[in-house]
């Protein structure tokens, strides 16, 4: 059936080291992917997104890695910082057959804490 | 621009009594989605409108569920009755098509659902 999941439900820092944030997807129809950061209270917040065409996207200070092959995303996020403390969610589209229409579903969620 | 707006923040109901969500989208935003987000995991779509009619409501427990879009914009999902397990944060976004890829989702911040 479909789901995305990701690795690790926590994952501790330095400020200022690299992180990376992993997730498995295992819809091999899925062809877009995004990343959402969730802070405490909010909704999710779009962060970077990666068409299934693609391996590698960047943005500021965050690069999403796509392996189709493995079914595997990551995200990774340079020089972190305490505002980048939250939770992370891989996410995936998938098109209807039929209209013109995706359905969004997300993973578990992995928890950054950014240690200072 | 003006994001998603929801209400109420906050609500605490005994089981078996009724509640309804408000979620006000993103003017223009002809697809709006209700996602419901236990603790500790991702969100799980419930239903997807595009402009008035349901696109998608496989997930949503019709027995006590039940979500409307009357006049393509603001949307309203109620529950009744309510269970503990409806226990969760209720978020509600929107994107300006239905693919969401073009223009991205953008999430509300969300109601959340006490149940005792």
């Known amino acids: 059936g479909e789901s995305v999941g990701l690795h690790l439900p926590t994952l501790s820092v330095q400020e200022g080291d690299n992180s990376i944030i992993n997730c498995a997807y295992s819809?091999?129809?899925?062809?877009?992917f995004i990343w959402y950061k969730q802070e405490s209270g909010k909704g999710p917040q779009f962060i970077i997104d990666?068409?299934?065409?693609?391996d590698k996207r960047q943005g500021q200070r965050v690069t999403v890695l796509l392996n189709k092959t493995v079914k595997h995303l990551s995200l990774q996020i340079a020089a972190t910082q305490p505002g980048d403390s939250a939770v992370y969610f891989c996410?995936?589209?998938?098109?209807?057959?039929?209209?013109?229409?995706?359905?969004?579903?997300f993973g578990q969620g992995t928890t950054l804490q950014v240690k200072p | 621009e003006a994001g998603v707006a929801q209400s109420p923040r906050y609500k605490i109901i005994e089981k078996r009594q009724s509640v309804a969500f408000w979620c006000n989208p993103i003017?223009?935003?002809?697809?709006l989605y209700w996602y419901q987000q236990i603790l500790g995991q991702g969100p799980k779509l419930l239903i997807q409108?595009?402009?008035?009619?349901?696109?998608?409501d496989s997930q949503l427990p019709k027995d006590r569920f039940s979500a409307e879009r009357l006049k393509g914009v603001d949307s309203t999902l109620k529950i009744q009755p309510a269970k503990l397990e409806d226990s969760a944060v209720y978020l509600c976004?929107?994107?300006?098509?239905?693919?969401?890829?073009?223009?991205?989702?953008?999430f509300g911040s969300g109601t959340r659902l006490t149940v005792v």
């Open positions: 976004a929107s994107s300006l098509d239905g693919q969401g890829v073009l223009y991205g989702y953008t």
């Open positions: 819809n091999s129809a899925s062809d877009y």
């Open positions: 990666i068409r299934s065409n693609m």
């Open positions: 996410a995936e589209i998938t098109w209807w057959v039929s209209g013109n229409t995706g359905k969004l579903i």
């Open positions: 003017s223009g935003h002809a697809t």
């Open positions: 409108f595009q402009n008035n009619g349901v696109v998608d």
